[in-house]
């Protein structure tokens, strides 16, 4: 599904030069939920935008089911989020004036789905995520976090894309919200979706089944969560590791 | 994106922004609609002075006497010389063919009748007059041969000197009118032809060219000939035939020195139209910066919007928006809002106009070919001003796009 090989990224300003991927391989089979976490400026948030095909690696190859995504111009890339790729962000990013419907179908409107669909489309994936229906033609602006992250989410299934990149999509959200959205993942992930979900909380990262640990612009850890993704609880076993290494490094 | 889709999304758009799009709009509006109020303005005065001039014949040529020159250096004012005469007239009528001639002899006179006077000009002429100079009769009759052989006293009134004379509107032929000190029979009453002022076709009276020679001028002379040409094509030729033809009768070889002068109708449109032509372009092009000023605006407008709607444009990359996608995005929301604009532009427009024609008394013109155009350009506009800020829009990366805070 993704596969990425000793994938570098370098921003020039002037005369100096950030690294912020120094080398990063790793691949993520279908069907996985995985948790990249880290803390800022470990290169977390430019791995995202790679694998979500809105940047490209300086060096290295990125390949998204089989496909070079260096070999592509800026309409295949435009094409190719459209098509595979569902983006969830942590400020949800909805269109504020927009209601439910218009803001989900959206991607519709660059795909080539015929506009007659498109609602259909919204609606189905707005049940998926347990969206009341006396929402859907309420402004976005007029839902609270969680609904909105929700919204955020069906927008980003419209597309029945194969791969879900989340970036912090609980940091704006009270902890009771952010269990519901988690366990949307989830319930997506068990609908055979591979998700890929940026944090820098372990207690995020505990919902995946998979966590890749990042610093310094490097891989540093990649593990699996033993029973995580299946309760719907946090695993206790990564909350430790992860609180071991706060306590390493303070 | 289709183009369907395009259209809904600038009218979400617009609809979402009422104030903002409205008052952009509005420099839009106020610059249209001020370029076709001037251009209507103009051709509106154009039509009428062609309407005015067209009135005073139909193919017609003017032959008005020269500078008189008696012998020395003194010289006369033009028109002034008593050159032509009745026999030029009739040599003119019966050796070129095809034409209507209608020579007259013009003066002022008080005129009363019944306790009302009025200063008018009084027109001594023949039966052809009507043809040559397009008037027509609204009651009555005009002059007739027998009229202007036995030098009746009759008079044909034109409607302003009947209002003058006998009140608006009145039935005035059988009445008695007194010019000078003979008493003429009123026979017809002269459709309007419009125009007022100084030079109002409408304030003469009409009375045969014998009569004004016996009873009020005396002389055989007239102070100008009509010449009604067959078409406006022989009016060229006409022209010439009639120089040549009076060079010969008064006896001079260098037209430079002719004692007349030959003033054709093509020439007077031509240049009233120069004149007006000239002032509807200046217009319009004072106008036209205001249509500059509004399309400004629109780039203001839009170059906001681009920077207020990043994170927006940065939402729709990452979803599958193409560079194309969001650049027409932009340009159809300027073209819109021009377009928009235009229209509403031409609505107000005929409202203005209507109220120039029916308030001033100025009469206007919309030209489909201008509605065509104001359209047209308004369409550009949006391109142009929109361009910049659409393609702006669509160069932003999505990356710096979704972190615009």
């Known amino acids: 599904m993704i596969e990425c090989i000793e994938i570098t990224k370098k921003y020039v300003s002037g005369d100096t030069e950030t690294v912020a991927l120094a080398g990063v391989s790793f691949s993520i089979n279908e069907d996985e939920f995985v948790a990249i976490i880290g803390p800022s400026g470990s290169g977390k948030s430019t791995l995202m935008h790679i694998l979500g095909a809105l940047d490209i690696p300086t060096s290295g190859q990125f390949l998204l089911e089989g496909q070079d995504v260096a070999d592509l111009d800026d309409d295949e890339l435009a094409d190719l989020r459209n098509r595979k790729i569902g983006f969830v962000f942590q400020s949800f990013n909805l269109l504020p004036r927009a209601n439910v419907i218009r803001n989900v179908t959206l991607p519709l409107l660059y795909s080539k789905v015929p506009p007659g669909r498109r609602e259909e489309l919204a609606r189905e994936a707005l049940v998926k995520t347990g969206l009341g229906e006396d929402s859907f033609n309420k402004r976005s602006n007029q839902l609270s976090g969680g609904q909105q992250q929700r919204v955020a989410i069906a927008r980003a299934l419209v597309t029945n894309p194969s791969l879900i990149l989340a970036d912090e999509p609980t940091g704006n959200l009270d902890s009771k919200t952010e269990k519901v959205v988690m366990q949307t993942f989830q319930q997506m992930h068990s609908e055979g979706r591979t998700i890929v979900l940026i944090t820098h909380e372990a207690e995020i990262a505990a919902y995946a089944q998979r966590v890749i640990t990042m610093r310094d612009g490097r891989l540093v850890d990649d593990r699996l969560n033993g029973d995580a993704g299946k309760t719907g609880k946090p695993s206790q076993d990564t909350v430790a590791t992860a609180e071991a290494e706060k306590e390493m490094s303070a | ?405």
């Open chain 2, 1 to 405: 994106m289709s183009f369907r889709d395009l259209l809904e999304q600038t009218f979400w758009f617009f609809s979402n922004n009422k104030v903002r799009s409205g008052l952009t709009m509005l420099g839009i509006v106020v610059g249209i609609g001020s370029v076709i109020v001037m251009i209507s303005v103009g051709e509106g005065a154009q039509a009428s002075i062609q309407d005015r001039i067209q009135a005073i014949g139909s193919n017609l040529i003017i032959v008005m006497p020269g500078a008189s020159r008696s012998g020395g250096f003194f010289s006369g004012g033009r028109g002034s010389a008593q050159t032509l005469t009745q026999a030029d007239a009739d040599a003119i009528s019966s050796q070129i063919s095809g034409v209507q001639v209608a020579p007259e002899l013009d003066t002022r006179k008080q005129v009363t009748a019944k306790g009302t006077n009025t200063n008018t000009q009084i027109i001594g002429t023949v039966p052809t007059y009507t043809d040559v100079r397009n008037v027509s009769i609204d009651s009555g009759s005009f002059i007739t041969d027998n009229e202007n052989k036995s030098s009746s006293k009759v008079a044909v009134l034109g409607p302003s000197a009947r209002d003058d004379l006998f009140g608006t509107g009145a039935g005035a032929v059988g009445q008695e009118v007194r010019i000078g000190s003979a008493v003429f029979k009123v026979i017809g009453i002269t459709q309007s032809k419009g125009g007022s002022g100084f030079n109002n076709p409408d304030d003469a009276i009409y009375i045969p060219l014998s009569t004004m020679q016996h009873f009020l001028m005396g002389g055989s002379y007239v102070s100008s000939i009509g010449v009604s040409a067959p078409s406006q094509d022989a009016m060229a030729s006409v022209q010439q035939q009639i120089t040549d033809l009076l060079l010969q009768r008064h006896k001079i070889s260098n037209p430079a020195l002719a004692d007349f002068s030959i003033m054709n109708q093509n020439d007077i449109i031509s240049t009233a139209s120069s004149v007006t032509k000239t002032l509807t372009e200046l217009l319009a092009s004072i106008a036209g910066i205001s249509l500059l000023v509004g399309g400004i605006g629109i780039m203001n407008m839009m170059l906001t919007t681009v920077t207020e709607r990043t994170r927006e444009i940065g939402l729709r990359k990452s979803v599958g928006a193409k560079k194309s996608d969001i650049s027409l995005q932009f340009l159809s929301e300027s073209v819109m809002l021009t377009f928009l604009g235009g229209a509403i532009g031409i609505v107000l427009d005929g409202i203005v106009s209507i109220i120039i024609a029916n308030v001033i008394g100025m009469p206007t013109a919309i030209s489909l070919i201008s509605v065509i155009a104001v359209f047209a350009v308004s369409a550009l506009i949006g391109i142009v001003f929109g361009y910049y800020p659409a393609r702006r829009a669509a160069n932003l990366s999505p990356i710096v796009a979704l972190r615009y805070e």
